[in-house]
């Protein structure tokens, strides 16, 4: 059975203070890991998807990188407006297993 | 191009009626998944369907659930004799691919919020 395990379950931040989240994974077989944002009351929302060890995507300020077991979500000099729940998925096959995900703020 | 769609986004019902919850994929998506989410719990996975077939039905639960995707119009999730226990975010997603396809992403609606009185 696919697991997925994120960490830490809160985090609170200065504007421009940099950190990292975790997403620590057990899967057969991995077809895709993914980062998702969810901010309060929304679905949602896809941020990357990495599929191999070593591969690594950027947007914005964000950037997510994977290995053999685990994903990090690096947030670097993050604003006010990167507050939100930060989801991890993995699947093997069609099905997404979730973390139960990062609830970032981020303070001005 | 819209994206998923979900309605209600909210509905309250007393125990022992019936919840529909609707869900129209984005354009050009033919794969749905519905999962739910716990208050304070992560996102789990129900159900997965294809136009007028069930592909994966592994993460509903046995009794007073069900799901469809016929060939015209939304997927729609049904609760029957809804329990307190069933109050939840409901989540639809939609791929324009899905199996083993291994670039498939999914796009998720907004979801319906389902209050059990």
């Given at each position: 059975?696919?697991?997925?395990?994120?960490?830490?379950?809160?985090?609170?931040?200065q504007e421009g203070e940099s950190s990292s989240l975790n997403c620590s994974y057990t899967v057969s077989g991995l077809r895709g890991l993914f980062w998702y944002r969810q901010d309060p009351g929304k679905g949602p929302e896809f941020l990357f998807t990495l599929y191999s060890a070593g591969e690594e995507k950027e947007k914005e300020r964000l950037k997510a990188t994977l290995t053999k077991k685990e994903s990090f979500l690096h947030i670097t000099a993050p604003k006010p407006e990167d507050s939100a729940t930060y989801l991890c998925a993995v699947t093997s096959g069609s099905r997404l297993t979730f973390?139960?995900?990062?609830?970032?703020?981020?303070?001005p | 191009?819209?994206?998923?769609?979900q309605n209600p986004r909210h509905l309250v019902r007393r125990r022992g009626q019936e919840a529909r919850l609707r869900c129209s994929p984005m354009?050009?998506?033919s794969h749905v998944y519905w999962y739910r989410?716990?208050?304070?719990e992560g996102l789990k996975?129900?159900?997965y369907l294809q136009k007028e077939n069930i592909i994966d039905e592994s993460g509903m639960p046995k009794e007073r659930f069900?799901?469809?995707?016929?060939?015209?119009?939304?997927?729609?999730?049904?609760?029957?004799?809804v329990v307190r226990g069933d109050s939840a975010a409901y989540f639809c997603a939609s791929s324009p691919r899905g199996g083993a396809d291994v670039s498939t992403i999914q796009y998720?609606?907004?979801?319906?919020?389902?209050?059990?009185l």
């Open positions: 059975e696919d697991q997925v395990t994120q960490s830490p379950e809160a985090l609170r931040l973390g139960e995900g990062t609830q970032l703020t981020v303070n | 191009n819209a994206g998923v769609m354009k050009g998506h989410q716990l208050p304070e996975f129900m159900v069900s799901a469809e995707f016929p060939k015209e119009g939304p997927s729609i999730l049904r609760i029957q004799q998720f609606g907004a979801g319906t919020r389902l209050s059990v």
